[in-house]
């Protein structure tokens, strides 16, 4: 830390912990960090990355039933839905750094389906939280398996965590790979390996 840096932390008001913004508390960080917030690469960083953050963790001010509830449809239809390579980023809660992937989500519906699109916003609406890879999938599935009450569902996510390829080992090109299956999903073998080629499989 240079004396300067010293300087203007020492001079700083002392405010109340709980009526500081984000932004203002970034502008300690960055101060502590040996930079100057004041300069112009600098300056309007604090305010972006409150602005940022507070999108990147929206998810803690949703309702997976509102998403889910106003979307259910009666349709006579008992074989497998799959929505896959649906893309992911998110979080991690040890070191607040990215990471990045796909989500595939399949389930057999009993008396109702839910619309597509919706399966992507309930997996943003968990991945816009601090998270791990392995609660991130269990939520995703336990959510449908709550509102939607099919026969089964199963959740895979592959993801890139940036705290591996940043710092730590620093190994590049690793990938996570976790997966929740529910009802028939992890009951039957057949389902579930219908599931997993589905997933896999890749255009031509």
Known sequence: MTKRTEEILLAEPKLDT????I??????????????????G????????????????????QD????????MFSVCYDEMVVVKDIELFS????????FIGRCH????????VVGLSKIARLVNLYARRLQIQERLTSQIARAIHEHISP???????EARHLC???RGVEKQHSEAVTSAMLGSFRDNKQTRDEFLSLIHKRKT
């Open 18 to 21: 709980g009526e500081e913004t």
């Open 23 to 40: 932004a203002e508390l970034m502008k300690k960080i960055l101060l502590r960090l040996g930079e100057d917030p004041e300069r112009e």
């Open 42 to 61: 600098l300056k309007g960083t604090p305010a972006r990355y409150e602005k940022a953050l507070r999108f990147l963790t929206s998810g803690y001010g």
């Open 64 to 71: 997976p039933a509102k998403i889910l509830n106003g979307a």
């Open 91 to 98: 979080l991690c809660e040890h070191h607040l750094l990215p």
């Open 105 to 112: 989500v399949g389930y057999i519906p009993t008396k109702k």
């Open 151 to 157: 026969e089964g569902v199963g959740v895979v996510i």
């Open 164 to 166: 591996m390829v940043m």
